[in-house]
């Protein structure tokens, strides 16, 4: 006897699954564009000019920007995984695991 494929938790679980590949791709340019961000303010922080008539100081604002992208993105991945575990079962596919970076 064969088993009885659930399509609609396979379409629900199939759905999620690449809404949560491109929610990862995202969160990737996020910490990319980030990391650009921190890399310049690295390059210039304390940097003046001779005859010291200019400092360069990080754009805060910015780096706060990204940071609030960032925690957005990563609360929509977050669901989106939830999304596709909750339909793992009955749709026979497997679970996501999500790994917090320390």
Same mark, same amino acid.
């Given at each position: 006897m064969s088993e009885k494929k659930n399509y609609e938790a396979i379409g629900r679980y199939t759905e999620a699954l690449e809404e949560a590949t491109k929610a990862a791709a995202d969160l990737h340019g996020l910490l990319v564009d980030l990391k650009r961000l921190v890399d310049r303010a690295? @390059? %210039? @922080?304390?940097? %003046?000019? #001779? #005859?010291f008539r200019s400092i360069f100081l990080p754009n805060v604002d910015a780096i706060r920007e990204k940071l609030d992208e960032l925690e957005g993105a990563r609360e929509r991945l977050t669901s989106l995984v939830a999304e596709v575990n909750s339909n793992a079962e009955a749709a026979g596919k497997p679970k996501i695991e999500l790994v917090i970076e320390d």
């Open positions: 690295i @390059a %210039h @922080a304390g940097v %003046h000019r #001779p #005859p």
